[in-house]
C-alpha cells in the first residue's frame, strides 16, 4: 500500500514511450491506478464538497457580518466582539459543570465493566442490556427523561408517595442540569462500559492466577492488578467523555430545556444553533463553531500526546 | 476462556455481583418499558397514577398522533431518506474502500489519512456553511439535499471501515477472478462484496441507527412541515404537547422502536461494528 504513494511522482503520461524502465510503470499496472482513483473519486468529490469546502466556508463567514444574504467583512469582530460577551463565559462555565457527568459515567463504567468481567451468567445479555441508550437518538433520550422528571410524571408521584413535595425540575438552572446529567450519564455508561471491558480483556489472565496462588483476595487483586492495568483505556474514556460534552448536548437540551430558564442551561453547541438559526448571526455563530472545533482539536492533541506518552511505559 | 476469573471467586460472591448487574440493567429497561405502557393509557388514567399499573390499554394514542401530527408522512420521509442514504453510501463507500484495499490508488496513504482526520470534525461547524450552501443551490427543504449530506457526512467512517473490512479478504480468490477475466464490477461486486457481507451488514447496522436518530441536519434542512422526518417531527410534539404524556410516548416508541429491533436481532454486528468505531 505504501509503494505507490511514492511511485505516483513519476506516474504524468510520459510514461508511455521511452526506455528507462524502473521508474516508469508496466501499462496494466497504471490501467490499475487509474481504475482506482476512479472508484476513490465519487467519495473524494462528497468529503470535500461538503466536509472539507464547508469547513473552509464556516472560517470565511465567521469573518463576516453576516444574515446569510449580505456579507461584510469585518476581520475578526465576531471573535473579539464574542469572547467579551458576558453570555459566551456563563454558557462556557455551564459546558463546565456538565463535566460532572464526565467521572460519574467513568465510575458507573468501571463498576459494570468489573463486574461483568467475572463472566458471571447471562454477562452477554447484560452487555447488550446495557448497550441500549447507544442505539437511540439523543432527542428520544431526553424526551424521556423530560417525561420523566415533568411535574406531573412518575419521578415526583414516588416523591408524594413517599411523603415530600412535587418538584418543577425545569423551572431553574441546578435541577434542569441535575436531570440532563442524569440523562447523560444514563445514556453513556454502557458504551464506555464495553470499552472498558475490552481493555480488561487484554490483561494477561495468567497474572491473575499468579496472585491468586500468593493468596491475593479479590479486591486486592483488582486494586493492585486489574485497575493499573486499564489506566490508558480509562484515559482515553475520560476523555472522549470530554470531547462528547462539548459537541453532544445539542440534542438534549433541544428537546429538555430549549436552553433555559433564561439562558441557564445553553451550552457551546446549542450556543451555535441559536446564533445562526434564532438569531440570524450566522458570522458570530460561525466563529464559535470554529472556536468550538479548535478547543476539540487542541483536546484531540493532546490525548493523542499522552497516549504516546503512556504506550512508552 | 470463560472462566477467565470467576473460577476464583467462591459462588457466594457471585451473587451480589449478579444482584448488581440486574438492578443497572431494570434502570436502562425501566423507563423504556414504562414508556411503552404509557403509549397504551388514556391520558386521565395517567395523570390518575402515572407511576401505578394501567387499568385499562387503549390504541387510541396511536390514531389520535398518526392522524393529526402527521406522523405517518414523517415515517415515509424517514424510510426514503435513510433508505437511498445507505444505498448510495454503501455504493461510494464500498467502492472507494475496495480500491483503496486492493488497487494501487495514487497517493492512497493521504487520501486514508485526510478521511481519518476528516471524522474528527463536529456537525455544528458544518451546519451553517451547509446550509448557505444548499440554500444557493435550492436544496434546502427538499429530501436530496439532506440525503446527499448523510452520505457524505457518513462517508469518512464508512470507507474507513469498508477498507480494513475489504483488505482481510484473501488477494489470491481475487486475482484468481481477474485471471478468469473479471473486471473491476465483476470482481468488486461478484466475488469481494459477497466474501465480505458481515463486513457491510456491520455497517449498515450501524450507519442506518446514525441516521435514523440524526436531528440537527435533518432539521435544520428541512424547515416545512411536509417533509419533516421522524426524530425532528418527535421533537417538536415534545416540545408542544408535554402536557399529552401519552401522545409523547407513542412519539417516543415509533421513533425508538427500528434501532431497538435492529439491536436486538443483529447485536452480534452491533457490538462487533463498535471496537471499529471507537475511533470516531
Redesign the interface.
Known sequence: MTAPAVASLAAPASAGAAGGRPPKLAPWRRRERMIGLAAVAPAIVLVIGFMIYPVCYAVWISFNKTNGLNFDFIGLGNYTKLLADPLLHKVFLTNIIFLISVPLVIVAALVCSVLLYERIRGWKLFRVLFFVPNVLSTAVIGLMFKSLFSYRGPVNAAIVAAGGTPIDFFSSAGTSIAVIIVALVWSGFGYQTLILLSGLSSINPEIFEAATVDGAGWWKRLWYITLPNIRGVVALVSILNVLYTFTALFGFIFVMTAGGPGYDTTTLDYLIYTLAFSSSRLGEGSALAVMVFLLIGGLTLIQLRFFRATEDD | M?????S??PRR??VP??I??CL??L???Y??I??AF?AFRTRADY?A???GIPSELTLSNFVTVWNNYGLGRAILNSVIVVGFGLVIQLL??G??G???AK?????????SA??VS?M??????????????L?RIGLVGSLPGLI??Y???G??FA?FFLTVTYRALDTSVLEAARVDGAG?WRT?LNVASPMAIPGLATLLVLQF?AM?????FA??LLPNDQLRLL??A??QI??RF??D?PF??V??IL??LP??V???FA?KY??SG??AS?GR
Open positions: 470463560s472462566t477467565t476469573t470467576s476464583t471467586l460472591a457471585r455481583i449478579f448488581v448487574l443497572v440493567g434502570s436502562i429497561a423507563p423504556i414504562y414508556l404509557t395523570l397514577n402515572p407511576f461510494v463507500a467502492l472507494a475496495f480500491a483503496l488497487y494501487p490508488v495514487p497517493g492512497a496513504k493521504y487520501i485526510t478521511l476528516v474528527l470534525i463536529p456537525a455544528q461547524v458544518l451546519i451553517i456553511p451547509i446550509y448557505l450552501l440554500s446527499l449530506v452520505v457524505a457526512t462517508l469518512p470507507i473491476f468488486f441507527i435514523w436518530n440524526e436531528l440537527l432539521y435544520i426524530t425532528p418527535l421533537a415534545g416540545g408535554t402536557n404524556q409523547v410516548a412519539g417516543l421513533t425508538a434501532p431497538l435492529l439491536l436486538s447485536a452491533v457490538m463498535l471496537g471507537l
